[in-house]
């Protein structure tokens, strides 16, 4: 079993919480949910388990446990984030699971006490979803399928001044929830192919995202030619994708961020993976879903190792995207790591920077989620690429000589022995470790959970440095 431990600035331990079952996958929330001036800790395990903790009387307590058992499972909780969904100043937790039950939840919404969130004007029933009037929604229904691998993120996607969630599910899908529980309409341009429901409107979970621009015309708008089938087309899997929030081109609205793998072949294969940004549901809701400009072909990694079915170690990383200014235009760079081994820079318009190859070499390989902060302190938020650093943890490719003279390392590059030039050494000599640093408000857009930046990052205090934890592939049941 995990536990959950607090530790002092000295790492003197303070408390340690049990009342989660199983492991901890995904990272805690940390924030003074009610605003009393307490911290709370909730953290999620196993068994439909989600408990929130207090240090209070030099002890962690239990402030409250909730459950997101439903549908006949109790399934692991896999995805936190958390943000004051309705700004009454009190904060939100959302916990989205692996559960695979045609009539189960996977998107849970607890209020500060532990309850299922309830907003102003909604009904008891909002949350959990998907639910029983999900069954209906614009006729064909919408239906989630196991959330693996951190798969939410919080942030306004339209001009209500509530906060969506965005979710993304194992069955190819990502949807935008609004805070009441109901689903996101995607564009009207956006219509149903299938016969029983043709010409109808859909939201952003009913139909499956493809990689080219013409196929998703193709089949989704136009209704013309054989269906797409991952034999032929490549489609996007966001089943280990989390979904970042955050404005790219500074007109006050903001768009979703993810990196889906795009998947060929059967079974499927994954082919890259794709720095892919769609509009919000701002205005008269014509660009909701709509691919960004600049990403109408979304800029792609290189292919990483085919995985065998069983080969889960190393594990494959979760592609978060961290969403950061680091060239100081005030428009933010997505940095992430990829499974291929490297950690990519995209630019705003969709351009791709840089790649930095941590890797070197390793197939079977994969990092954190990329950690960026301002750590000379010089008043920008990352001046240089060399400050976007990466808690990076290689299992394969160790160096050729194990035990190098000391200092050697430094001097030589490990593979090619050849002089590491100043730069590039400095790059190496933080590349392993994990920078953890306070952001400081209104300078360092944050990349934690729901990073819309900067405005949410000013406003709420939950404070997870990692949301990519990879301690395990977090792909399960393919469908
Ligand atoms: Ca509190
Ligand atoms: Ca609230
Ligand atoms: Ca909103
Ligand atoms: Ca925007």
Request: a positive charge.
């Given at each position: 079993?995990?536990?959950?431990?607090?530790?002092?600035?000295?790492?003197?331990?303070?408390?340690?919480?049990?009342?989660?079952?199983?492991?901890?996958?995904?990272?805690?929330?940390?924030?003074?949910?009610?605003?009393?001036?307490?911290?709370?800790?909730?953290?999620?395990?196993?068994?439909?388990?989600?408990?929130?903790?207090?240090?209070?009387?030099?002890?962690?307590?239990?402030?409250?446990?909730?459950?997101?058992?439903?549908?006949?499972?109790?399934?692991?909780?896999?995805?936190?984030?958390?943000?004051?969904?309705?700004?009454?100043?009190?904060?939100?937790?959302?916990?989205?699971?692996?559960?695979?039950?045609?009539?189960?939840?996977?998107?849970?919404?607890?209020?500060?006490?532990?309850?299922?969130?309830?907003?102003?004007?909604?009904?008891?029933?909002?949350?959990?979803?998907?639910?029983?009037?999900?069954?209906?929604?614009?006729?064909?229904?919408?239906?989630?399928?196991?959330?693996?691998?951190?798969?939410?993120?919080?942030?306004?996607?339209?001009?209500?001044?509530?906060?969506?969630?965005?979710?993304?599910?194992?069955?190819?899908?990502?949807?935008?929830?609004?805070?009441?529980?109901?689903?996101?309409?995607?564009?009207?341009?956006?219509?149903?192919?299938?016969?029983?429901?043709?010409?109808?409107?859909?939201?952003?979970?009913?139909?499956?995202?493809?990689?080219?621009?013409?196929?998703?015309?193709?089949?989704?708008?136009?209704?013309?030619?054989?269906?797409?089938?991952?034999?032929?087309?490549?489609?996007?899997?966001?089943?280990?994708?989390?979904?970042?929030?955050?404005?790219l081109n500074?007109?006050?609205?903001?768009?979703?961020?993810?990196?889906?793998?795009?998947?060929?072949?059967?079974?499927?294969?994954?082919?890259?993976?794709?720095?892919?940004v769609?509009?919000?549901?701002?205005?008269?809701?014509?660009?909701?879903?709509?691919?960004h400009p600049g990403f109408?072909?979304?800029p792609?990694?290189?292919?990483?190792?085919?995985?065998?079915?069983?080969?889960?170690?190393?594990?494959?990383?979760?592609?978060?995207?961290?969403?950061?200014?680091?060239?100081?235009d005030?428009r933010?760079e997505i940095?992430?790591?990829?499974?291929?081994?490297?950690?990519?820079?995209v630019g705003p318009t969709g351009r791709k920077l840089?790649?930095?190859?941590?890797?070197?070499?390793?197939?079977?390989?994969?990092?954190?989620?990329?950690?960026?902060?301002?750590?000379?302190?010089?008043?920008?938020?990352?001046?240089?690429?060399?400050?976007?650093?990466?808690?990076?943890?290689?299992?394969?490719?160790?160096?050729?000589?194990?035990?190098?003279?000391?200092?050697?390392?430094?001097?030589?590059?490990?593979?090619?022995?050849?002089?590491?030039?100043?730069?590039?050494?400095?790059?190496?000599?933080?590349?392993?470790?994990?920078?953890?640093?306070?952001?400081?408000?209104?300078?360092?857009?944050?990349?934690?959970?729901?990073?819309?930046?900067?405005?949410?990052?000013?406003?709420?205090?939950?404070?997870?440095?990692?949301?990519?934890?990879?301690?395990?592939?977090?792909?399960?049941?393919?469908?």
């Amino acid at each position: 079993m995990y536990s959950t431990f607090v530790f002092d600035a000295r790492g003197r331990q303070l408390g340690k919480g049990t009342a989660t079952k199983g492991r901890v996958y995904a990272p805690g929330v940390v924030a003074d949910l009610d605003g009393d001036g307490t911290t709370e800790i909730v953290v999620g395990g196993n068994e439909g388990t989600v408990a929130a903790y207090r240090l209070r009387g030099g002890a962690l307590q239990t402030a409250w446990t909730a459950s997101t058992a439903s549908g006949g499972q109790a399934p692991e909780a896999r995805g936190m984030a958390a943000a004051d969904l309705d700004g009454d100043g009190r904060t939100e937790v959302v916990v989205t699971t692996t559960n695979t039950a045609s009539d189960g939840a996977q998107v849970f919404v607890f209020d500060a006490e532990g309850d299922l969130y309830r907003p102003a004007g909604a009904g008891p029933g909002a949350w959990p979803r998907y639910n029983a009037s999900d069954r209906g929604f614009n006729g064909q229904g919408n239906q989630g399928y196991g959330a693996y691998g951190l798969n939410v993120g919080i942030g306004n996607l339209d001009d209500d001044p509530q906060m969506e969630i965005v979710v993304t599910f194992d069955n190819h899908q990502i949807n935008v929830f609004n805070h009441d529980g109901t689903s996101v309409l995607a564009s009207p341009w956006f219509t149903n192919r299938q016969s029983a429901f043709a010409g109808r409107r859909m939201g952003w979970g009913q139909f499956i995202r493809w990689l080219s621009p013409v196929v998703e015309r193709n089949h989704h708008h136009l209704h013309r030619g054989p269906w797409p089938h991952p034999r032929r087309q490549t489609w996007l899997q966001w089943t280990a994708s989390p979904p970042s929030v955050a404005d790219l081109n500074r007109d006050g609205r903001n768009e979703v961020i993810g990196l889906p793998n795009t998947e060929r072949k059967e079974p499927y294969e994954t082919q890259a993976y794709a720095f892919m940004v769609l509009d919000g549901a701002h205005g008269d809701g014509s660009r909701s879903a709509r691919r960004h400009p600049g990403f109408v072909n979304p800029p792609l990694s290189r292919k990483p190792a085919v995985r065998g079915s069983g080969d889960w170690y190393p594990p494959s990383g979760i592609p978060a995207p961290t969403v950061v200014d680091i060239t100081g235009d005030a428009r933010p760079e997505i940095v992430a790591s990829v499974p291929d081994g490297a950690v990519y820079a995209v630019g705003p318009t969709g351009r791709k920077l840089w790649r930095f190859d941590y890797a070197r070499g390793g197939r079977r390989t994969f990092a954190s989620e990329v950690v960026a902060a301002d750590l000379n302190r010089d008043g920008r938020a990352v001046a240089q690429r060399r400050a976007a650093h990466c808690a990076v943890r290689r299992r394969e490719a160790p160096p050729r000589d194990p035990h190098p003279p000391p200092g050697h390392q430094r001097e030589r590059h490990r593979h090619s022995r050849r002089p590491v030039h100043r730069r590039h050494r400095r790059r190496r000599e933080t590349g392993d470790r994990a920078h953890l640093i306070r952001p400081r408000p209104g300078r360092v857009p944050r990349s934690g959970f729901g990073g819309e930046l900067p405005a949410v990052a000013d406003r709420t205090r939950w404070a997870v440095a990692f949301r990519s934890r990879t301690r395990n592939r977090a792909v399960g049941t393919r469908r």
